[in-house]
Structures are given as C-alpha cells and as structure tokens.
C-alpha cells in the first residue's frame, strides 16, 4: 500500500515495539504454511517487534534436542525478536522443567490439539505446574470449564497461571472472580474473539471460521468489551494455514493476525474502546511483565493513526493469503518500525534480513529489569 | 436368607442408622424401575434409614409444583425417612432457592444426564452457587476437569460444596489438595469404585457395567483406597433399571445399591481395610453434618459381623433385579434396623409400611443440634 494519499494528515505516534505472546510459526514441519522468515517478516509489519513461538510444531518443543533443532533455524530465519515455547506432555512431566531458562514459557495443551501435545489428565497438569519454577510463566489453552480447573490447580500451588486466548463470558468472568481474590492468574484475548462473533460465520464460510477457540456469541464478545480490564494482553494465535486447506472438506482450525492485530485495536482506540494506554499496557508492557521479557533498546514502532483504509482479502507478508478480517474498514497503520537502531520496516518493506532477530533468552538477565515509566517516549 | 446356619457364630454389632444421601428412586416417571415404597424397603434392607432421592425425575424436581407432587407421592409410599433434593436447571436460577428450607440439598448436574438438568455454562453455576443459601448443601456432578472446576467457583463465592460420586485419582487428589488448602470441599464415593474397575467388564459384560462415573481403571480405584481419609461419605448412587434395559441394545448406565452398600463395607472391616469408625463416620455422621440432617431418634441397625454370604444374582427389595456385585463373598450382613422405635427390618422381612418414612425436612429444627459422642451406643 501507499502512503500518498495520506501525506497531508499524517498523525504519527511513537509507539513501543509490540510483543505477541502466541505465534504458530510452523517451522519446524509446515514450512508450506509459514516459516521463521515469513512469519516474522508478518510480525513486523504488523508493528510486532517480539513473538513468542508455539511448540506444537513437527517435531514439537519438549525437550533439549527439539529445542535446539527449532532454535537453530530460528536463529538463521528470524527476522524480529524470538523466544521459543516449551510444550508440556504427559511425557515429559519430569524432564521439560530443566529448560526452562531457555524458553518462553511453558505451554499447556488442556484441550484437544492436532499435536501429541493433549493432556486429559489432571494429575498431569499438577505435575508440570509442580515443576516449572514458579517464577517462569506457565501457559494454559483451558477453555470452558478447564480455566476453572487450572486456576484452581495453579492457586493449590501457588503458582501463577496464563490462560490463552478467552472467549467466552463464562471465562472471563472466572478469570475476573479469581482476579477479585487475589489469585495468580492472567489471561490474554486474541481479534478474533474481539471483533468477530457467530455473526460472522455465513459470510466469512463456514470452513474458513474454524478456528480454536472457536468464534463465540456477539453476547461472549460483548462481554470482552465489558471486562477489558480484567484482560491483561492482546495476543493473535496467529495460526496461518494454506488458502486451500482453509478451503478443503477439513478445513484446519486457525487465522493468520500478525499483520492485523495492530490496526485492528488501532481502529478501536481510533473508535474510543480502547485508550492508547490500554493498547501499550496490554500488546507491551504486561507482555514483558508475564513473561519476564527484556525491553528491547532503541526499539519502537511509529504509526499513522488516521490513516483509513480498508482490510484486503489477503495480508502482505505471512504465507497464509487470506484473512479473516478482510473487508473491515480501519482507521490506523503501521507506518515504520525500528528494532535495536535498525529500520527494520517502513512503508511496505521489510529491511532487515532473515538471521537479524534474536532468541531473547540468549541475551544476559539485567542485573535490574528496570522499565520506562513511560513508553511512549522509548 | 436365613440365619440359622451361622446362630452359633452370632457378632452382632448394634450401629445408627446408616444414611444413603445419593438415590435415584425413579418416582416419579419411572415407577416401573423402582418406586418409594420398593426403594426404601431395599433401603432398610441395607441398614439404611434414611434417603436423600435425587432430583432427575420425570417430571424433574426443580420448583415448588415438582416438589410437592414427588413430595405427596414420598409422603404415602416411603418406608424410611427421606428428604428431597432440588434440581439446578439454567431455568431455575432465580427461583429454585427459594425451596432450600424444605430441600435434602440442590444438585447441580455438570456432565451429561438424561434429563434436562445437565448446566453447561459456568455462569449458570455461578448463579446457582450464588443463590443457594450457604448454609444448605449443593452437591455437583461434577467428573475430572468440572471438579476441579466448580470447586474454585465454590471457594471465588465462600461457600462449601460437596462432589458426587468421586471416582478418578485426579480427582482425589484435586479433592486432597483443596482440603489441605482449607477450602470447604467434601465429597463421596460409591461402592462400584470402591469394589470394581474397568477389571470386572469383561465378567459383567459391556452394557450391564454402564455407569457414571464409568468403572475406572485399578489404578484409580487402588487411589481412593489409598485417600479414604479424603472421602467424607459412602453413598450408593443407586440408579435402578430393568434388567431387560440392561440387557438392551442401548444399556442405561447405573447400578442398584442400596441392599449390597453395607455388606460390602462391613466386609471391608472385616478384611481390615476400614475401621467400624470410619464406617460410622462416613455413612452416618459425616452425611448428617454436610447435609443438616437430624438425627433419627430410636434408631439403629444391628449387623451380624461374622455372617458370610455370597451376594446372589438379584437383591430381594429394588425392582432392579441385577446386582454388579453379584457372586461377591462377604462377611456381614443386616440383622435387624429399628427405626424411630419400630422394628422396620427384621432377618429378611421389612415390617413397616409404605407410608412410616418421614420427610425429615418437614420435622422441626431442634434448637441445639447435638449429636452422641458414641453412635455406636445410641
Ligand atoms: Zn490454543
Ligand atoms: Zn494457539
Ligand atoms: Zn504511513
Ligand atoms: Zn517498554
Ligand atoms: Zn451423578
Ligand atoms: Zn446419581
Ligand atoms: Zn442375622
Ligand atoms: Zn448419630
């Protein structure tokens, strides 16, 4: 897209880089879907700065040896900031704990998955959050009545919690009683559950709405809206697919986000739904705050706030070409973003190469992880 | 059955009243399985005296008008005394506690039953745990996950719950974490979990072993062995059907119970692996404290201690004529059970009518609750 047209209202706003939290990133095993390259390249020009990568890949992230071998094509791939999730299994109970330094965080698979990585069993869940040290996140895909279960497990142990991707009312007003006393728990919401519904269903298809958690009520989604301060972060599951899987008799669960995300919230800051506050508490610092992230220096996103423009069938960047939000009419976008001194984005282009994004756990721990009082002005 | 073969090894052990606080009496909709007058005769069979008859009824027991009708029909055919639970239904959030004062309890009904009572969102419990007042009982079906679930929903609103039928590890061991956390959990177990697994399909056969919970696996039984300090209550979860049902295409899942409870358990203090304390504690006292139940004045049971037996193919009171515990060898066996002062049971004979039971909720509440230090000796 070009700028041209909105040359003479340009409003530009200094932002922080943005963290997504929970990226399907594919590689390894369906680099056809999306790989490192792409999938980052996606995130930044979608204002995203830092993502954090799922482990249900082919193999999946559960011990040393799948680590390294997904770390080492990162490394080589990754245009932005990485940190690679530790998947837990029914398997791997008394070992993944050892790799938690290196990772992300741990990733909990309480309902079905298309992986190994499913666990049914309570007893299960109880020793992996037995394990991982307390002050490393532990991440729970808990729908329903699990996010019940898993808070109270998480709180008998007195361990924090991060429930991923709420949907549904009954979840987050849960998430909201715990919060009220006092528990550890966290969550995060994704766009699709803000900004589309069931509503939406007979026009995007009904293959192409898989998606896990699936699309909820308008009254789930308005509930959202209602409890926005019980969210703590904004993430996308970006989970791209083939436009001919998403197409095919099985349609695959998942949406490609990274490139949409940011305009999307944009729009609804643009809308007064959101404050610019919300936005950066919510896609930045609690992020970092969760997951113990580092800030990274001389890094921010500039973008265009009354920039108007209309979603298109399929985004620029990620291999997934077609998005779910086509056709929404936005008020904001990316208009460059800078990480670590380097333009890594601007106006279109990705400039930085595969091989400048870094796995973040690599970098030595701050001897005091100080942050900026205010980001706006990093 | 007669006695006469072991009147020379007489041990008779005068108990109280045994308390059943999970039965389907299947009155009304369904008399043809089981009625008042025949469930409570199996009842005082069983050394029991008292029944708290579970709500999925057809019609359902779920406000003032269901109530009163099962109520009337309890009133002329129950033998022991009794009381009626409510049922929770998404219907009858704002009105069902209302009824609490005349209630056994409210039962909410988290997994699938074959009623209308299932609930499926937790707002819809939320409501019912908010409303109930909190000082009467709410039970919950509520297996793996929805334990774990409801209990933290339970602990956000400050109010004690108890857990039907607890049959998994998982679950145990979630109930044994609450507990020592302080939270206000009770729950119970029934004797197809304590006394079969998924070991004794084969010899029942599929259909005539369907239950909910289902039979687990050894492990899950050997763990509530293992954890019967965190079992508050034995209860039979006697659920009556046809023999012709159990042996159809589509078997309806349940087992009777009610005349086989106590001499199984007897049998198990026979082999050493509960105390007479715990027998009396968790069929009798415990059930009277979480449920607000009086105690039943003139009113015990004697057993024989030493008498063996195998049970036979179907008890002589329930309707059901099966037992999943048939061919089972125990030692102890119901002698005789007075009831407010009557002989209601005698070596095989059940001496009072239908019409002597007493809706206990319907008694005045005394004004101090005491309880006998010693039951054994009431
Ligand atoms: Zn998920
Ligand atoms: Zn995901
Ligand atoms: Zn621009
Ligand atoms: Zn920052
Ligand atoms: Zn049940
Ligand atoms: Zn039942
Ligand atoms: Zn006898
Ligand atoms: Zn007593």
């Known amino acids: 897209k070009t700028h041209t047209d909105c040359m003479t209202s340009r409003n530009i706003l200094k932002l922080p880089g943005f963290i997504d939290v929970h990226v399907h990133v594919r590689e390894p095993g369906a680099t056809y879907k999306e790989d490192f390259s792409s999938c980052t390249a996606a995130a930044l020009a979608g204002g995203i700065t830092m993502i954090l990568a799922m482990p249900n890949t082919n193999p999946p992230v559960v011990d040393r040896s799948s680590?390294?071998?997904?770390?080492?094509?990162?490394?080589?791939?990754?245009?932005?900031?990485?940190?690679?999730?530790?998947?837990?299994?029914?398997?791997?109970?008394?070992?993944?704990?050892?790799?938690?330094?290196?990772?992300?965080?741990?990733?909990?698979?309480?309902?079905?998955?298309?992986?190994?990585?499913?666990?049914?069993?309570?007893?299960?869940?109880?020793?992996?959050?037995?394990?991982?040290?307390?002050?490393?996140?532990?991440?729970a895909h808990a729908e329903r009545e699990k996010t019940g279960a898993v808070i109270l497990m998480a709180s008998?142990?007195?361990?924090?919690?991060?429930?991923?991707?709420?949907?549904?009312?009954?979840?987050?007003?849960?998430?909201?009683?715990a919060k009220e006393r006092g528990l550890k728990v966290t969550c995060e919401v994704c766009p699709q559950h803000l900004f589309l519904s069931t509503a939406d269903i007979p026009h995007l298809g009904e293959g192409r709405a898989e998606v896990r958690p699936v699309l909820c009520s308008p009254e789930d989604q308005a509930e959202l809206w209602k409890n926005i301060d019980v969210i703590d972060v904004f993430a996308t599951d970006h989970a791209p697919h083939s436009v001919e899987e998403k197409n095919s008799e099985k349609p695959p669960p998942g949406f490609p986000g990274l490139e949409t995300i940011l305009p999307l919230l944009l729009n609804a800051v643009h809308k007064g739904r959101l404050t610019i506050e919300d936005l950066i508490n919510k896609f930045h610092r609690n992020p970092r705050k969760i997951f113990n992230l580092p800030e990274q220096p001389n890094t921010y996103?500039?973008?265009?706030?009354?920039?108007?423009?209309?979603?298109?069938?399929?985004?620029?960047?990620?291999?997934?070409?077609?998005?779910?939000?086509?056709?929404?009419?936005?008020?904001?976008?990316?208009?460059?973003?800078?990480?670590?001194?380097?333009?890594?984005?601007?106006?279109?282009?990705?400039?930085?190469?595969?091989?400048?994004?870094?796995?973040?756990?690599?970098?030595?721990?701050?001897?005091?992880?100080?942050?900026?009082?205010?980001?706006?002005?990093?």
């Not at 965080?105 to 299960?124: E, G, H, I, R, S």
């Not at 924090?160 to 998430?175: D, G, M, S, T």
């Open 67 to 139: 680590y390294d071998y997904a770390s080492a094509l990162a490394r080589v791939s990754a245009r932005c900031d990485y940190a690679l999730y530790m998947g837990a299994a029914t398997t791997n109970t008394d070992t993944v704990a050892e790799m938690a330094p290196q990772a992300a965080a741990l990733k909990m698979y309480l309902n079905q998955t298309f992986t190994t990585l499913t666990m049914d069993d309570m007893t299960v869940w109880q020793k992996h959050l037995q394990n991982w040290p307390k002050k490393m996140p532990v991440c």
């Open 156 to 177: 008998l142990l007195d361990r924090p919690i991060h429930i991923c991707h709420v949907a549904r009312k009954e979840e987050i007003l849960i998430i909201k009683s």
């Open 301 to 378: 996103v500039e973008v265009d706030m009354d920039y108007e423009w209309t979603i298109p069938q399929a985004m620029e960047f990620t291999k997934s070409k077609w998005t779910p939000f086509a056709g929404m009419q936005v008020c904001g976008a990316v208009h460059r973003v800078t990480l670590r001194g380097e333009i890594a984005y601007v106006e279109g282009q990705v400039l930085v190469p595969p091989g400048f994004g870094q796995n973040i756990r690599d970098w030595p721990v701050p001897k005091k992880q100080t942050h900026p009082l205010i980001d706006k002005i990093e």
